[in-house]
């Protein structure tokens, strides 16, 4: 958790660097900006944020890249910050590409290990959920139980991953800023647990360490969960944040479009933002049951209440 707060400080300094128009440039989805640079300069200035045809192509020149137009995810944006920084600091813009490349080679590895670490957890998860439903299923120690639960949970994130493979524009760009919500979201609910835990053991001065910052985190992240699931409304800006307005004025496009390839870009790109809706709700919810459970345990451990026991393995002693 340490490394992960270091490296959303360096994500949030990276992305001030960048200003608004800048910004948007890289983030705002191919949907908004359309698919050349002058389309996307004329998008972004009418939403009231200055940028030039030459400024994005300067920059795309000096990272090596061919566009920059719409490579959402946070990965280009933190990339490009800090080949800014750098060239601010050197003075000669030959420095950008490697820099760029650089920190999107960081955050690649970063990316695999939490991919990695993420697909243990699930299979683990699964194969909790899974022995309530047909106890064999829930045995670490089998390797077909294993093995189904890691098909299970490779099988789940991989099908983002496939939704990126046939639809480049539009699938796992789209698809990929869910992963800030659900990221966040399981920030908080570590932080929750550490305070448990510490309720449980009676620390409850120290408690306030872990339950600051979860209510912090967990503030913010249903905020901006609630946000990504608004209806279309009057305000432009949020109507870009929202996977729900997203897909609502994408359908409307949709009705009117004639052109076969674009009528299939628009289907792919309703059912991505409606997938992504649905997910944020429900890690949403999810994230209420355990800060309910939290808070409920906490209230417990405060009263001297007696609480449930714990479901762990016992204590085996290694020679």
């Known amino acids: 958790m340490l490394m992960e707060s270091v490296v959303a400080l360096m994500a949030l300094l990276m992305a001030g660097i960048l200003h608004p128009g800048l910004y948007f440039a890289i983030n705002a989805p191919q949907s908004a900006l359309g698919t050349d640079i002058a389309t996307a300069v004329q998008a972004i200035n009418s939403w009231?944020?200055?940028i030039t045809?030459?400024?994005?192509?300067?920059?795309?020149?000096?990272?090596?890249e061919q566009s920059i137009l719409s490579r959402t995810g946070g990965a280009p944006t933190f990339a490009i910050g800090l080949s800014l920084l750098v060239y601010k600091v050197v003075?000669?813009?030959s420095v950008m590409a490697f820099w760029y490349h650089f920190a999107i080679l960081f955050e690649a590895l970063f990316i695999l290990t939490a991919v990695d670490a993420g697909t243990r957890t699930a299979r683990f998860m699964i194969q909790d959920i899974l022995g309530h439903v047909y106890k064999p299923l829930g045995d670490t120690n089998s390797y077909?139980?294993?093995i189904?639960?890691?098909?299970l949970a490779v099988g789940l994130w991989g099908y983002f991953l496939y939704q990126g493979t046939i639809d480049p524009k539009g699938g796992i760009y789209t698809l990929w800023p869910l992963f800030g919500v659900s990221n966040q979201m399981l920030a908080g609910m570590a932080l929750l647990l550490g305070t448990t835990i510490l309720f449980k053991m009676g620390r409850f001065k120290y408690a306030l360490v872990s339950a600051l910052p979860a209510a912090f985190i967990l503030s913010i992240t249903f905020y901006s969960g609630i946000l990504k699931v608004l209806?279309?409304?009057?305000?432009?800006?949020?109507?870009?944040?929202?996977?729900?307005?997203t897909a609502q004025i994408l359908s409307a496009k949709l009705a009117h479009a004639t052109d076969p390839k674009q009528i299939s870009l628009f289907k792919q790109a309703i059912f991505n933002h409606s997938i992504d809706a649905v997910l944020c709700v429900f890690f949403m919810l999810v994230a209420l049951l355990v800060l309910g459970a939290s808070v409920r345990i906490c209230v417990n451990a405060y009263k001297g209440q007696v609480q449930p026991?714990?479901?762990?393995?016992?204590f085996v002693a290694v020679s």
């Open 48 to 50: 009231g944020f200055k």
């Open 53 to 64: 045809p030459q400024e994005i192509e300067d920059i795309t020149k000096h990272i090596g």
């Open 91 to 93: 003075g000669h813009p």
């Open 144 to 146: 077909t139980a294993g």
């Open 148 to 151: 189904v639960a890691t098909l």
């Open 231 to 245: 209806p279309k409304g009057t305000d432009p800006i949020l109507n870009k944040v929202s996977h729900v307005a």
């Open 309 to 314: 026991p714990l479901a762990e393995s016992a």
